[in-house]
């Protein structure tokens, strides 16, 4: 029968119980808290064990390439086409006479159901953004329109037109909706 010496049995079970976040108890050990590093359990047993427990490193953030946004990439749309050869005295009022033409089209009774917002304005040229939501798709939720608008003379046109798709499940290997 092999027997264990009651000292090297204690540094066993110190060891043991500190691993698993539970106080040791016994002589030459003091009551350790749970959350106590293991290596202060086993170093308390013997003070000749240098052995220290470390915890491993988090894995290291995706890129944001790599990152799954659910959002497709910006595609241009051939121009011109309805309703975007509207023109308008400033670039809000394009923006939303060319949301008016897309509800009507629609058969949308309300136009404010698709909502606008300006990306940014200068003296001569405007983003803004048309967003159809709630898509009747189980794979997209979304419909947004980036609408590129010039000035030429006292009125404002769209000049180009770009599409891109908010993803219910994320995008899929061809760029699409998954």
């Known amino acids: 029968m092999i027997r264990i010496a ?20 016994g002589p030459g050990d003091s009551p350790q808290p749970a959350d106590a590093p293991a290596a202060a359990s ?22 944001p390439a790599q990152q799954d946004t659910g959002v497709t990439a910006w595609r241009a749309l ?14 809000q009022a394009l923006l939303r006479r060319v949301r008016d033409v897309v509800a009507a089209q629609l058969e949308e009774p309300d136009a404010s159901v698709l909502p606008t ?19 009747a798709d ?23 037109v770009e599409r891109r798709e908010h993803c219910r499940r994320g995008v899929a290997e061809g760029g699409l909706c998954a």
């Open 42 to 63: 086993v170093a308390a047993a013997d003070t000749a064990d240098t052995t220290r427990i470390t915890p491993p490193a988090p894995p290291p953030p995706a890129a």
């Open 78 to 91: 051939e121009m011109p086409s309805e309703p975007w050869t509207q023109s308008a005295e400033n670039p």
């Open 117 to 135: 917002r300006m990306e940014s304005t200068s003296a001569d040229s405007a983003t803004g953004i048309l967003v159809h939501p709630d898509q």
């Open 138 to 160: 189980d794979s997209v939720r979304d419909v947004e329109f980036r609408l590129h608008m010039r000035r030429q003379g006292a009125t404002w046109t769209v000049v180009a």
């Open 6 to 25: 009651r000292t090297g049995w204690m540094m066993i079970a110190a060891a043991s119980l500190s691993a698993c976040g539970g106080e040791t108890d």
